[in-house]
Each structure stands twice: as C-alpha cells, then as structure tokens.
C-alpha cells in the first residue's frame, strides 16, 4: 500500500523557520512535491523535484525563501521554509507520481493527508 504522511508543520511566529516531511511507503516516485491551500483558497503549487535533486521547481513568489530536497535512502521528501510570513499559513500537502510533469501539475497519483502551518505575525 502506497502512503505520503507529512509531518513538521505547527505554530511559528512570523520570521521563523519550519523543515516539514513527507515519508513515502510502499513504493519510490522519480517526480516529488509540495502544494498547500490556504483557507477559502484554491490549492497551490509550491515545489518540486526530480529523483536526482538536480532538478527543482519553486513557485515564483516562494523562491530563496523556501528549499525543497529528497533523500532517496529514506524514501523522504523535505521542505525548508525559512522567513515565513502569515500569507504562507496553509495546509501543506506532498505529493508524488512516476512523472515530474504529472506533480508541476497538479496531477499526481499520490497525496498525503496534509500538516498545518500557521504562521503569527
């Protein structure tokens, strides 16, 4: 049985720093990423990356403050998000497929369930 299961979100303050997770099971993906969905929003692309890590994609508004990784031995996709701000408070979801086109949009096969973040200003 495939699963994505976030995990890292919480409560920051503006400013602050958060790593969040997502542990995959059951299966590897070459193509990996973060989407969230902010309160009476539409769910938005924020990153993503190939099997390798050499190819990445942000979202235009969220580049050089967040960082997105893998680490294929553990099966785990990551998110850095550095001077967050209380526009990035959303649910944060990872998601996964056979194809990096398939995540950038918004198509994948797999999705975890989610980890909020709340950002306070």
């Known amino acids: 049985q495939v699963q994505l299961v976030e995990s890292g979100g919480g409560l920051v303050q503006a400013g602050g720093s958060l790593r969040l997770s997502c542990a995959a099971s059951?299966?590897?993906?070459?193509?990996m990423g973060w989407f969230r969905q902010a309160p009476g929003k539409e769910r938005e692309f924020v990153a993503a990356i190939d099997r390798s890590g050499a190819i990445t994609y942000y979202a235009d508004s969220l580049k050089g403050r967040f960082t997105i990784s893998r680490d294929n031995a553990k099966n785990t996709l990551y998110l850095q998000m550095n001077s967050l701000k209380p526009e990035d408070t959303a649910v944060y979801y990872c998601?996964?497929?056979?194809?990096?086109?398939?995540?950038?949009?918004?198509?994948?096969?797999?999705w975890g369930q989610g980890t909020q973040v709340t950002v306070s200003s």
């Open positions: 998601a996964a497929d056979s194809v990096l086109s398939s995540v950038t949009a918004m198509k994948s096969d797999y």
């Open positions: 059951g299966r590897t993906f070459y193509g």
